[in-house]
T-cell receptor
Framework: DAGITQSPRHKVTETGTPVTLRCHQT?????MYWYRQDPGHGLRLIHY???????DKGEVSDGYSVSRSKTEDFLLTLESATSSQTSVYFC?????????????FGPGTRLLVL | AQKVTQAQTEISVVEKEDVTLDCVYE???????LFWYKQPPSGELVFLIR??????QNEISGRYSWNFQKSTSSFNFTITASQVVDSAVYFC??????????FGGGTRVLVKP
């Protein structure tokens, strides 16, 4: 257990509404990531963070923004939700061992945009 | 560009059969890691293994084994004597700079009793 929680776990919203998903970690990891999971695509990286206030885009960042004002929290915002953003969203942290880095994932947030 | 291909979208077996999941990858990096994750029906993602490209020895962990062949850019995963609890979607993944993972599309394994 890498101490990662996500909130909310489920959300239904309407097109055009802003939505914020929260990822919280308790173990002071520097790197955090947001992925989305859609059938047939595996998981795809939306945004990631390499420290407080340090973020960068992933491969599917359009329509999303992120913020990291504290080490433990990484927020993902859908500025104006669209039906194409209906997905399962996973947060991850990267844990470093002597041999390299391994990502561990939160439980996921299931988002439905109507 | 990084790419991971899991050509098998779904595999169905009867309990106690062996099942092998294929993973083929593309990378320009000379050294890299490869990962397998399991996603059971409950939906969480469970880390299974990380493999360094320097080490081509097969890895075995209980009923799970992995065969890494750099010459064919493959990192295949075998479940021996499958059990119903092995039913899940399995993902192969390859990181790029910043440990950003590129995932394959996943293989769904259904183990029937």
């Amino acid at each position: 257990d890498a101490g990662i929680t996500q909130s909310p776990r489920h959300k239904v919203t309407e097109t055009g509404t802003p939505v914020t998903l929260r990822c919280h970690q308790t173990e002071n990891h520097r790197y955090m990531y947001w992925y989305r999971q859609d059938p047939g695509h595996g998981l795809r990286l939306i945004h990631y963070s390499y420290g407080v206030k340090d973020t960068d885009k992933g491969e599917v960042s359009d329509g999303y923004s992120v913020s990291r004002s504290k080490t433990e929290d990484f927020l993902l915002t859908l500025e104006s939700a669209t039906s194409s953003q209906t997905s399962v969203y996973f947060c991850a942290i990267s844990e470093s061992t002597g041999e390299g880095e391994t990502q561990y994932f939160g439980p996921g947030t299931r988002l439905l945009v109507l | 560009a990084q790419k991971v291909t899991q050509a098998q979208t779904e595999i169905s077996v009867v309990e106690k059969e062996d099942v092998t999941l294929d993973c083929v990858y593309e990378t320009r990096d000379t050294t890299y890691y490869l990962f397998w994750y399991k996603q059971p029906p409950s939906g969480e993602l469970v880390f299974l293994i990380r493999r360094n490209s320097f080490d081509e020895q097969n890895e075995i962990s209980g009923r799970y084994s992995w065969n890494f062949q750099k010459s064919t850019s493959s990192f295949n995963f075998t479940i021996t004597a499958s059990q119903v609890v092995d039913s899940a979607v399995y993902f192969c993944a390859l990181p790029k700079q910043g440990n950003k993972l590129t995932f394959g599309g996943g293989t769904r394994v259904l183990v029937k009793p």
